[in-house]
T-cell receptor, first 114, second 113 residues
């Protein structure tokens, strides 16, 4: 099955700096890669996703890049703000008995200091 | 729309007790999922239901059973709880198996003593 590795496990930045979180995946057939943000005490919420037919996608201060050859994808947050502090999860679509399911990385705790 | 709702929010059980976690969605989604979240382990899929009337095992199904009661509701049952099942449980739903954006509920924090 699919295996997703995520780094770093924790990331501390100053407000206004950029933050980058990286993930690798194992299943070359995967073609959907979402990123979720989880605030304390809440469920994960989708913030951006990318499909394998594009290499980059941007939404205001958030961007995701995908390198299918190397099987890795990254989340980039620019001009970080304290409200960006949360746990971020990457995921990759894998196959489970013929159905597509998501396999998640172990998460990155991002702390943005004012 | 309430989205995905879960009950209860918190639960404490003794080893060997049973309980059912409830999940409902009002987005007319076909697919529903149960995950557990443990510190440093991310989210791991327990069971999923690709459509009403079907259920399948995920990565960590042992010790759990599920029921897709109807299109809206998907319950998770622990028949004989063990301390290893102490975790936060999340239910999620998506339009269908081919459109993978998943919407998550707020979670149930379960402690087994």
């Amino acid at each position: 099955g699919e295996n997703v590795e995520q780094h770093p496990s924790t990331l501390s930045v100053q407000e206004g700096d950029s933050a980058v979180i990286k993930c690798t995946y194992s299943d070359s057939a995967s073609n959907y890669f979402p990123w979720y943000k989880q605030e304390l005490g809440k469920g994960p919420q989708l913030i951006i996703d990318i499909r394998s037919n594009v290499g980059e996608k941007k939404d205001q201060r958030i961007a995701v890049t995908l390198n299918k050859t190397a099987k890795h994808f990254s989340l980039h947050i620019t001009e970080t703000q304290p409200e960006d502090s949360a746990v971020y999860f990457c995921a990759a679509e894998g196959s489970n008995s013929g159905y597509s399911t998501l396999t998640f990385g172990k998460g990155t705790m991002l702390l943005v200091s004012p | 729309n309430a989205g995905v709702t879960q009950t209860p929010k918190f639960q404490v059980l003794k080893t060997g007790q049973s309980m059912t976690l409830q999940c409902a969605q009002d987005m007319n989604h076909n697919s529903m999922y149960w995950y557990r979240q443990d510190p440093g382990m991310g989210l791991r899929l327990i069971y999923y239901s690709a459509s009403e009337g079907t259920t399948d095992k995920g990565e960590v199904p042992n010790g759990y059973n599920v029921s897709r009661l109807n299109k809206r509701e998907f319950s998770l049952r622990l028949e004989s709880a063990a301390p290893s099942q102490t975790s936060v449980y999340f239910c999620a739903s998506s339009v269908d198996r081919d459109y993978n954006e998943q919407f998550f509920g707020p979670g149930t924090r379960l402690t087994v003593l």
